[in-house]
């Protein structure tokens, strides 16, 4: 676990803000100038984070008087771990499934696919794999470009999962 707090400096906003590898984000030490054309210096701070609707952290970066709003572990991402945001193919993952927990440490860059299947509580040891109490039989689906797509019911969990691999080798190839 890291011990000493390392700061760098975020892409786009060097010099006026840095994230550390314990997961802080800081605006730097800097003169401003207000709409009315007065000089103000800000001084060095801690952001504090808030919380978007999913649970993670998120922190409004301002350069020259236009915001942006980033989640924390993002940024983090970006900065320690070399992720370029890509849309959905790649994303950043707490490890400990933890949202607010932005250490380095605890972060990874993963697959959408794993990601999904990471957070994913089920009934099933086997991806794609869920219990249909309503029919007891074991279901079969499967995400492709964000739509889910359903692979049918099956007598056990082993055919189902067959049926979730069959299609991920044929949308693969």
């Known amino acids: 676990m890291e011990t000493k707090e390392i700061w760098k400096d975020i892409e786009g906003y060097e010099g006026f803000y840095q994230v550390s590898n314990l997961g802080n ?3 730097l030490k800097r003169v401003v100038y207000q709409s009315n054309g007065h000089r103000q ?3 060095e701070r ?3 984070a808030g919380i978007d609707v999913y649970g993670y952290l998120i922190v409004r970066l301002s350069k020259y ?3 942006r709003t980033f989640t924390v572990h993002k940024l983090v991402a970006m900065v320690f771990l070399n992720h370029t945001p890509c849309g959905m193919k790649m994303v950043v993952n707490h490890i400990d499934n933890n949202p607010t927990n932005n250490r380095v440490s605890n972060l990874e860059i993963i697959s959408q696919r794993d990601n999904s299947y990471t957070h994913h509580i089920g009934t099933s040891k ?9 029919r007891n039989k074991w279901m079969a689906d ?4 964000g739509k889910k797509k359903y692979l049918g019911l099956f007598e056990n969990e082993l055919d189902a999962s067959q049926a979730y691999q069959n299609k991920l080798k044929e949308i693969n190839n």
């Not at 086997?126 to 309503?134: E, L």
């Not at 499967?142 to 470009?145: A, D, G, P, S, T």
């Open 25 to 27: 984000v800081k605006s």
């Open 41 to 43: 210096t800000v001084r």
């Open 46 to 48: 801690i952001l504090k």
């Open 65 to 67: 008087g236009k915001l």
């Open 126 to 134: 086997y991806k794609g794999v869920c219990w249909n109490s309503a």
């Open 142 to 145: 499967i995400r492709i470009n």
